[in-house]
């Protein structure tokens, strides 16, 4: 099946621990995107990359970082310099007409 | 700042009835809104989008109302179902879908 897959889909973290989570396309889109998602509060953007080797900073890239070596993937990481991780971490890609689709998505928990 | 501010934060609709939910945005370079409808422990999935262009777009039961001079947009949910029970998010953009900013959310009850 064609899509976005994210794993895992539930990651604890310790404190002062970094964490990946993996995002993976086959659907050849070259725009992918990370979203954080707490509650009441929307989707908020922490990283974009249009093309492979290339990532932008989105509104709240403080405490994450990104890379794009593939255009089928693009891993986030949780660092420890991110006080307040504990959200839902969604995985998207732009598709034609410039329709955004989302993965699944992954929970993260500080413990 | 980009904003994008959703109204209300929550709604209970009764089977059959109409769910409306509002958004108004600040920024005039916006030229895309797009709705999304997300299940619980699910990502969105695109529902109906519109560009100012157009006043009013119609998919089935859903509808987009755009209002340019007042920079406010709507979605109506017609004959709404217990199935539409969801957290529907408005969202803008300057570059035709690139760097999406989000309303906060509507979570929609429909009661049978």
């Known amino acids: 099946d064609g899509g976005i897959t994210q794993s895992p889909k539930y990651l604890f973290r310790k404190e002062g621990q970094n964490v990946t989570l993996s995002c993976e396309q086959n659907?050849?889109?070259?725009?992918m995107y990370w979203y954080r998602q707490d509650p009441g509060q929307g989707l908020r953007l922490i990283y974009y990359s249009q093309i492979v080797n290339d990532f932008q900073k989105g509104d709240i890239a403080e405490g994450y970082s990104v890379s794009r070596e593939k255009k089928e993937s693009f891993p986030l990481t949780v660092t420890s310099a991110q006080k307040n991780p504990t959200a839902f971490y969604l995985c998207?890609?732009?598709?034609?007409?410039?329709?955004?689709?989302f993965g699944e998505g992954s929970w993260l928990t500080v413990v | 700042q980009q904003q994008v501010k959703q109204s209300p934060q929550s709604l209970i609709v009764q089977k059959g009835g109409i769910s409306i939910i509002n958004c108004a945005y600040e920024n005039t370079a916006f030229d895309y809104f797009p709705w999304y409808q997300q299940f619980p422990g699910k990502g969105p999935a695109l529902l109906i989008a519109?560009?100012?262009?157009?006043s009013e777009k119609k998919e089935g039961r859903f509808t987009i109302s755009f209002n340019k001079s007042a920079k406010q947009f709507s979605l109506h949910i017609m004959d709404s179902q217990p199935g539409d029970s969801a957290t529907y998010f408005c969202a803008a953009s300057m570059e035709y879908g690139n760097k999406l900013v989000f309303g906060a959310g509507t979570i929609l009850r429909v009661k049978s």
């Open positions: 998207a890609s732009m598709g034609p007409g410039n329709t955004i689709y």
């Open positions: 519109i560009r100012p262009d157009v």
């Open positions: 659907l050849n889109h070259d725009a």
